[in-house]
């Protein structure tokens, strides 16, 4: 019974007291005690750690691991952060000790952070000549397509080949490979012509011809397909695993879906920090100046419009000066423009993004905004009017509001749906348009709109 | 040589072209030509082309299917989508033609979208017993959890057999999984001990027992975790597939990595749509009512803090009437406040989301905030003091909007920061921070602080 009780949810947790009594162990450099607290835990795990070491703490519990361990911790990292740790070493302990034993796809992620003359010192560590060559072909490929999310690491077993004999290949090549997924299918000149599961594998007879059991219906990338398409692709056919060609169709390496979820956060993280007004990819551990940076832009753009709405207002100062009423709906004017703007926007940038807007059609999409916005506009305008028709001392700054309410909401969803479906037409990230330019555009806008039907009001009921 | 052609990438795109000469097809009631088109479509193509045909038409297809393809069509669908159109069937074809062939975890997910008689209605009709049994078995877990997530189909294996009988248990096992990723190791009480790879099964002599070539350092959640948290686990461990085991450990199911990477997008467009001020989970092709009922919350929200800020505006009304030049910068205030708001509070949200933000520590995460504002803070003001200083003729305005500016940038800040910090400690979602109320608050805020100031440095310079 003692068996059972280790079972179950198994799942580390970084806590205070373990960051704690690991320091205590570096700063005593107990080298056994620190290699036994390490051995119960995964690499993700230790990966998680680095955060709370700095490089010489890091440097000492990383040097104490087997070197496959190793690779998979520094795989883990950040790339900031694996750029920061393994520059603190010389490159023939990078080579020995880390790059050797990982993956060809993460050694590439992990030498394209380096300078190309440290790059080359680290690659003539490498001992397996083969290692190296992939690794420097991976280097040559775009990072965000097929070629640079791929790995070399897979296993092709030529189509002529009997199950009998593809399983001496599959041992053969199985070593270097942590998961099979599935087996890759290739004629005599390396090109892929279907999959095969290991499970057809293990469930056929033994004389089987490969050719018969394989799945010739492949679904392939090219090494130039961007990674968000292999994203796509990936998550629509639920792959877990996808071969990728050349140009004439030869099999040049696979993607994981491990890597491709990262993708999909990344590409999810993108939008998020776009229509939340921060320019760079940061994070709230980064510094207080990658911070800063990464938001000023927004702020600066935010205050620009600012700036332009305090022109447009000065334009009407006179109305204002006259009747001062204006001025208490100038922010509930501008802050809905900007508001529905975004909405409309964010619709269509997450429509794009997940497929379901089908191409074409712009005007059927903004007839239907316009309905939305009607809707929305009416409901909003008659309850501000019944606010101001009870507490509002002047009929015609009521019907301003109103209107202009109304008119602000119907303009600022037709823009706020037409910029992203221009922009992504231009092949321009329609995320954008969720950002500051479209939001600052939509506040001085209903000003405008706002100041505009006033001054018409007041000059048709007063006069 | 024309075998190759056939390779590289070959991935559908529904066209306006293949959907018209499909409703052609359909119109013609042409079954085998029909059966020759949906031949050569995965199935999560067919699925695309739902959304442009009607019940009737959709009906007419996935009736000519083959049951296995029918029911991955079935379930690749939106849960409206599979909702309505299985509500058009009767039940007997629904388990018949569909729900026999479905995975149990795709089978539970359409079944709980029908109301109970119904459900039963369709389990009566469904031969296999065990089946039926596994799918009321799915139907009692909680959606959001890993019990709901989790398929019975999998292989698991007594830890007392050899590598040869373990290869004929799986080969009776197999059949009804598609994808086998790990072989689930037991003991007699049917316990969750191990797991092991196919590769180190193709690997291993024959005569190897299960229990030595086990890996028994499993990582499995149990059936009342939160999808949230396996989705986590199974990002950070780079899993396929995740075992599920109940409290003590038994081996109820398992979770693969195509349901989770649907949570986690679905994680991060709930995040999407509440920073964009949508308060349901809408898609651009949901109806106009759906879509207006999404947003309108917002907007309402959004109205009713420009009501306030009216108020406070009001409540300064006769130092606008004194000077109307202070009405010029209340949209610039207002909407700043609001920018650093989202900016300050998404930062935490992801943070959080990400695991990158370690818990506790609040104070040091408000303090580095407080350096960020202050950084941001200073240039903004200097910058509208220089504009100012060169086309305002008050200097009190030109020194209140700067004061108000930073001010406003300090406050809003911290409050962004605080406010998601605080919701994630009383286990509330963090991102309602970045939603409409907290912006509304630090629009209104920052017109307290602007006019305040603004009348306080009035009444000092011109008294």
Redesign the interface.
């Known amino acids: 019974m003692t ?2 009780k280790q ?5 580390f947790e ?1 806590s ?1 007291n373990f960051v704690d009594s690991l320091r205590q162990i570096i700063q005593e450099k107990n080298e056994q005690k620190a290699i036994e607290v390490l051995g119960k835990l ?1 690499a ?1 795990d230790i990966a998680e750690i680095y ?2 070491l700095n490089v010489k703490e890091a440097k000492f519990l990383y040097l104490l691991l087997d070197k496959e361990k190793a690779a998979d911790v520094i795989a883990e990292l950040d790339e900031d952060d694996s750029e920061k740790f393994l520059n603190a070493l010389p490159s023939e302990i990078v080579a020995k000790q880390f790059i050797e034993e990982m993956d060809s796809d993460d050694a590439a992620d992990v030498l394209g952070e380096m300078s190309e003359k440290r790059q080359e010192e680290v690659l003539s560590h490498i001992k397996d000549h083969e290692q190296a060559g992939d690794i420097v072909d991976l280097l040559s490929y775009e990072d965000d397509t097929a070629g640079g999310l791929m790995a070399k690491e897979l296993v092709a077993i030529n189509q002529d080949l009997s199950i009998t004999k593809c ?1 001496i290949e ?2 053969n090549q ?1 070593e270097t ?1 942590d ?3 599935y087996i890759y299918v290739v ?1 005599n000149k390396g ?3 279907g999959t095969l ?3 057809k ?3 056929n007879s033994e004389k089987s011809l490969i050719s018969s059991l394989a799945n010739k ?6 090494t130039d ?1 961007p990674e968000i398409e292999v994203a796509k ?1 990936m ?4 792959l ?1 695993a996808l071969p990728v ?1 050349d ?3 030869r099999l040049k390496g696979r993607i994981t ?2 890597d491709v ?1 990262d993708v ?2 990344e590409e ?2 993108k ?3 776009m ?4 320019t760079e990819d ?4 980064d510094s ?2 990658k ?2 940076r990464a ?2 832009p ?3 753009i ?2 620009m ?3 332009i ?2 022109w447009v ?2 334009y009407f ?1 006179g109305d ?2 006259k009747y ?2 204006i ?10 423009g ?3 703007g ?2 409309s926007s ?3 940038v ?2 794009l993004a ?1 497929h ?3 191409k ?1 059609g712009v005007f059927s ?1 903004l007839s ?1 905004e316009l ?2 916005a009607l ?2 506009g009416i ?2 305008s008659i ?2 009017f019944i ?1 101001n028709h009870f507490f509002s001392d002047s009929y015609a700054l009521t019907l301003s509001v109103s209107l202009a309410l109304f008119s602000v ?1 119907i303009f600022a969803s037709l823009f706020g749906t037409l910029v992203p479906l221009i922009l992504d037409k231009y092949k321009i990230d329609p995320a954008l348009a ?1 950002g ?1 330019f479209i939001t ?1 555009v939509n ?1 001085i806008m209903g ?1 405008l709109i706002y100041l505009s039907i006033s001054r018409i009001i007041f000059d048709v009921l007063m006069i």
């Open positions: 068996d059972n079972h179950g949810t198994q799942i970084l205070k995964h993700a955060d709370k399983l599959l041992r199985a490979v998961e099979i997924y004629d090109v892929l012509v599961s290991l499970k594998l293990l469930l219906e492949i679904i392939s990338v090219k397909t692709i998550k629509k056919y639920d877990v060609v140009s004439i169709g879906i491990d979820v999909i956060q999810a993280e939008d998020y920090q229509i939340s007004g921060i940061v994070e709230s551990d207080v100046y911070l800063s938001r000023f927004w702020l600066l935010g205050l419009g600012g700036i709405g305090a207002i000065g100062e204002i000066a001062a009423g001025a208490l709906f100038l922010p509930l004017i501008a802050a809905m900007g508001n529905v975004v909405q964010s619709i269509i997450q429509g997940n379901s807007i089908s074409g999409r239907k309905m939305v809707l929305n409901s909003l309850l501000i606010y909401i969720t500051p600052t506040d000003l």
